[in-house]
């Protein structure tokens, strides 16, 4: 398993609030400076959820799924993940992105998940992901020759 925060303070966030999250185990911690980010200052009700993976086709050099190029096109914006490695064949990812508030950025932000991810879905006052906010990304038909 690999999980990504911002910042030390929203991984010990998510690790107290949310303890189910993480299976029973050891964990190694590596850490590098980033902007600090005070974790009271993200808005959760604001977050985009979002589901990618990539898997290797059997016999064939080629991978499927937008995991990586997606990881890539999100370095401009706030979000955790976790990243499920335990079978070689496949990733599995769970992300939360902070939604910006600037309506181009925003734009930005559902296109590539719409080109990227498999699944993601906005927060619309609901709580709840319902067929008015997620959405099917175009991940899966994502290909990469290895």
Same mark, same amino acid.
């Given at each position: 398993m690999e999980f990504k925060f911002p910042t030390p303070q929203a991984l010990s966030h998510v690790m107290e609030?949310?303890? @189910? =999250?993480?299976? @029973?185990? &050891?964990y190694k911690v590596s %850490? +590098? =400076?980033s902007d600090d980010i005070d974790i009271n200052d993200l808005d959760y009700s604001k977050m985009a959820m979002v589901v +990618?993976?990539? *898997? &290797? /086709?059997?016999? $064939?050099?080629? !991978? /499927?799924g937008g995991f990586r190029p997606l990881i890539d096109k999100l370095a401009d914006f706030t979000y955790c993940c976790t990243i499920n490695r335990t079978d070689p064949? %496949? /990733? !599995? *990812?769970?992300?939360r992105?902070?939604?910006?508030?600037?309506?181009?950025e925003l734009e930005? #932000? !559902?296109?590539i998940l719409q080109k990227y991810s498999?699944? %993601?879905?906005?927060? @619309?006052? +609901?709580? #709840?992901?319902? #067929? =008015? =906010?997620? $959405? +099917?990304g175009n991940g899966a038909n994502h290909m990469l020759e290895i």
């Open positions: 609030t949310a303890p @189910d =999250n993480f299976p @029973d185990g &050891q %850490y +590098s =400076n +990618s993976f990539e *898997a &290797q /086709i059997a016999n $064939r050099n080629i !991978k /499927i064949a %496949y /990733i !599995k *990812a769970s992300i992105v902070v939604a910006p508030t600037i309506p181009s930005e #932000l !559902k296109e498999v699944f %993601y879905a906005f927060n @619309d006052g +609901s709580g #709840l992901v319902t #067929l =008015n =906010n997620g $959405r +099917s």
